[in-house]
């Protein structure tokens, strides 16, 4: 289907959670490509080629994002019928670089951890910007139809009611805000430094995993930006220094995605209550994969945390507060549903 006679094929180990079967296909003298497997039933053909199309957009208008190949049919996506399931099919150009975990988190030699961040800024701006003016032939679905209090009611286990509470009045506060084409429309949804590469190089970020790709606020993909940045002062003792860090860090990484796309003040300063709705989306998504794999439903520590952070109205993620502990980070006790 896609040409790959001659290339070396291997399985990329899946995480926790994972929703895909990936392959690595490296040749001699041609790019190294990237093919994903789609087999679960939770998506349709729809939702895959509004993936795909979005990220050939992407690609054409300049954003620095893994190119979809087509087939040798000329498809973004291809179909395998086996044992009455359908397999979903794409490929991938394989993003130049490695992911930070691959250099244990180690930036540019000689090269200011700053640059980073600005970087980090400066590509969302411009797929944020890009997405401005895309019109989707096969449209991806939006944050409401996934997040409502229908599917929270049927998700979120009876024993959890004030956990269930909170995310509905979360819920109906996003509701109210402005949906218009400057702060709303297609997003990444996952935005993090585990789905891109860096050319260690140049500094260049390359995004790829649109997976959870739908419409929503602008404002989210950059409230995920803030809970990693976390990652880089997690251990430091001082809320106040924790403070002082994050701000500057979110400081840059804004002024790179200002160098691409404007951002209105007023959504600026909803970052608290976007952070909230990361807390959801990682709630929501740690009890599907349980639903999934069918699990009983378990808070451990770090679930318990996110919980306890919703429950109390704790805002950004309990980082400057006194539930946060720099020697376990992010846990909290674990709690019995």
Same mark, same amino acid.
């Given at each position: 289907m896609f040409?790959?006679?001659?290339?070396?094929?291997?399985?990329?180990?899946?995480?926790?959670g994972g929703r895909n079967v990936v392959y690595t296909c490296e040749k001699e003298g041609s790019n190294s490509k990237i093919l994903r497997?789609?087999?679960?039933?939770?998506?349709?053909?729809?939702?895959?080629?509004?993936?795909?199309?979005?990220?050939?957009?992407?690609?054409?208008?300049?954003?620095?994002?893994?190119? /979809?190949?087509?087939?040798?049919? $000329?498809?973004?996506?291809?179909?395998?019928?086996?044992?009455?399931?359908?397999?979903?099919?794409?490929?991938?150009?394989?993003?130049?670089?490695?992911?930070?975990?691959?250099s244990n988190y180690r930036y540019r030699e000689g090269v200011p951890i700053t640059e980073y961040y600005y970087n980090c800024g400066k590509v969302l701006g411009k797929m944020h910007q890009i997405s401005k003016g895309y019109m989707p032939v096969r449209r991806r679905y939006s944050f409401f139809d996934k997040y409502n209090a229908e599917y929270i009611d049927k998700l979120i286990p009876g024993s959890l009611s004030l956990l269930k509470e909170k995310l509905v009045e979360l819920l109906k506060t996003l509701e109210g805000l402005?949906?218009?084409?400057?702060?709303?429309?297609?997003?990444?949804?996952?935005?993090?430094? $585990?789905?891109y590469s860096i050319d260690f190089d140049t500094g260049q970020i390359t995004v790829y995993d649109f997976d959870n790709s739908c419409f929503g606020w602008y404002m989210f993909d950059l409230a995920s930006l803030w809970t990693h940045g976390v990652g880089w002062i997690q251990f430091e003792p001082d809320a106040g220094k924790r403070k002082k860090f994050m701000d500057d860090y979110f400081e840059t990484v804004l002024a790179g995605y200002r160098s691409e796309t404007k951002i209105e003040n007023s959504m600026l300063d909803k970052?608290?209550?976007?952070?909230?709705?990361?807390?959801?989306?990682?709630? /929501?998504?740690?009890?599907? /994969?349980?639903?999934?794999?069918?699990?009983?439903?378990?808070?451990?520590e770090e679930l318990s945390y996110l919980i306890k952070c919703l429950e109390d109205d704790i805002p950004y993620k309990g980082f400057f507060h006194e539930i946060y502990s720099c020697k376990e980070t992010f846990e909290y006790e674990k709690r019995d549903i």
């Amino acid at each position: 289907m896609f040409g790959l006679d001659g290339y070396e094929i291997q399985l990329i180990p899946a995480h926790d959670g994972g929703r895909n079967v990936v392959y690595t296909c490296e040749k001699e003298g041609s790019n190294s490509k990237i093919l994903r497997i789609a087999f679960l039933p939770d998506r349709s053909r729809e939702d895959f080629l509004g993936e795909v199309e979005y990220i050939r957009y992407l690609f054409e208008h300049g954003g620095s994002v893994s190119n /979809v190949i087509s087939s040798r049919k $000329g498809n973004l996506l291809e179909e395998i019928n086996y044992n009455n399931n359908t397999l979903f099919i794409c490929l991938f150009e394989k993003a130049k670089g490695k992911m930070l975990v691959e250099s244990n988190y180690r930036y540019r030699e000689g090269v200011p951890i700053t640059e980073y961040y600005y970087n980090c800024g400066k590509v969302l701006g411009k797929m944020h910007q890009i997405s401005k003016g895309y019109m989707p032939v096969r449209r991806r679905y939006s944050f409401f139809d996934k997040y409502n209090a229908e599917y929270i009611d049927k998700l979120i286990p009876g024993s959890l009611s004030l956990l269930k509470e909170k995310l509905v009045e979360l819920l109906k506060t996003l509701e109210g805000l402005d949906r218009n084409q400057e702060n709303f429309g297609m997003i990444h949804f996952d935005y993090n430094d $585990g789905n891109y590469s860096i050319d260690f190089d140049t500094g260049q970020i390359t995004v790829y995993d649109f997976d959870n790709s739908c419409f929503g606020w602008y404002m989210f993909d950059l409230a995920s930006l803030w809970t990693h940045g976390v990652g880089w002062i997690q251990f430091e003792p001082d809320a106040g220094k924790r403070k002082k860090f994050m701000d500057d860090y979110f400081e840059t990484v804004l002024a790179g995605y200002r160098s691409e796309t404007k951002i209105e003040n007023s959504m600026l300063d909803k970052l608290p209550l976007f952070i909230k709705v990361t807390l959801m989306e990682n709630i /929501v998504d740690a009890f599907e /994969v349980m639903q999934n794999t069918g699990e009983e439903p378990d808070c451990d520590e770090e679930l318990s945390y996110l919980i306890k952070c919703l429950e109390d109205d704790i805002p950004y993620k309990g980082f400057f507060h006194e539930i946060y502990s720099c020697k376990e980070t992010f846990e909290y006790e674990k709690r019995d549903i």
